[in-house]
């Protein structure tokens, strides 16, 4: 009976020298990941803006979904002045405004051999976009109760990088070339002169918002 008082007297005694909250368990600091973005997009028909959302799949993979807004031109339209000093387009017919939702992958490159806030990246994915026209020969906001919608689909595939510049915040750049086809309708700028291709190439500077 004694051996057993000593050795509760002994815990008790181990238990308020050493109490377990003292003892911390060390874990490795979580990484920083993407969770939402925003950003300007420039093409080569024209510019606009886009958000993003982020999933992380991996440690090197983020899935992610990407809205942007903007209006485009056809790459044949030329610009000029008439005889009373206005600025005019040849034969243009409409405005046209491009709605593309990038759906795809994103994969970190070289992650494990790259010290610091440097990541270079890649990613490809689908596009499904709303395109919006409307008639150029009237003014630019009295013309937005004559839109019409159309749909294109395609995909994407480009390469970037970003900069981890603090615990929530990065920078990025990203190039990325966009192949987008009308689907069901024709959509033109300049008369009876359909584009065949409203995406092309295009760079996005953006923030990262990092959870």
Same mark, same amino acid.
């Given at each position: 009976? &004694?051996?057993?008082?000593?050795?509760?007297?002994?815990?008790?005694?181990?238990?308020?020298?050493y109490p377990m909250d003292s003892v911390k368990?060390?874990?490795?600091?979580?990484?920083?990941?993407?969770?939402?973005?925003?950003?300007?997009?420039?093409?080569?028909?024209?510019?606009?803006?886009?958000?993003?959302?982020? &999933?992380?799949?991996?440690?090197?993979?983020?899935?992610?979904?990407?809205?942007?807004?903007?209006?485009?031109?056809?790459?044949?339209?030329?610009?000029?002045?008439?005889?009373?000093?206005?600025?005019?387009?040849?034969?243009?017919?409409?405005?046209?405004?491009?709605?593309?939702?990038?759906?795809?992958?994103?994969?970190?490159?070289?992650?494990?051999?790259i010290e610091g806030g440097f990541l270079p990246?890649?990613?490809?994915?689908?596009?499904?976009?709303?395109?919006?026209?409307?008639?150029?020969?009237?003014?630019?906001?009295?013309?937005?109760?004559?839109?019409?919608?159309?749909?294109?689909?395609?995909?994407?595939?480009?390469?970037?990088?970003?900069?981890?510049?603090? &615990?929530?915040?990065?920078?990025?750049?990203?190039?990325?070339?966009?192949?987008?086809?009308?689907?069901?309708?024709?959509?033109?700028?300049?008369?009876?002169?359909?584009?065949?291709?409203?995406?092309?190439?295009?760079?996005?500077?953006?923030?990262?918002?990092? &959870?």
């Amino acid at each position: 009976m &004694k051996k057993i008082i000593l050795i509760i007297v002994f815990i008790l005694i181990q238990n308020f020298l050493y109490p377990m909250d003292s003892v911390k368990v060390k874990t490795e600091p979580k990484e920083p990941r993407n969770n939402w973005n925003i950003g300007v997009t420039v093409t080569e028909n024209g510019f606009g803006i886009s958000a993003g959302l982020f &999933k992380t799949l991996d440690v090197n993979y983020d899935f992610y979904a990407m809205l942007s807004i903007g209006g485009i031109t056809d790459k044949r339209e030329f610009e000029e002045y008439d005889w009373y000093g206005n600025l005019i387009t040849r034969d243009k017919e409409k405005r046209v405004f491009l709605i593309p939702l990038n759906i795809g992958i994103q994969r970190y490159m070289f992650k494990e051999d790259i010290e610091g806030g440097f990541l270079p990246l890649i990613t490809a994915g689908i596009t499904p976009a709303l395109v919006l026209t409307n008639p150029y020969d009237k003014s630019y906001f009295t013309a937005f109760k004559y839109f019409q919608a159309a749909f294109a689909f395609g995909g994407f595939i480009g390469i970037g990088m970003e900069f981890v510049q603090a &615990k929530n915040l990065a920078l990025g750049i990203n190039a990325k070339y966009m192949y987008l086809a009308p689907i069901g309708k024709e959509i033109n700028s300049l008369k009876d002169r359909p584009i065949s291709n409203l995406g092309g190439f295009q760079i996005n500077f953006y923030v990262n918002f990092l &959870k």
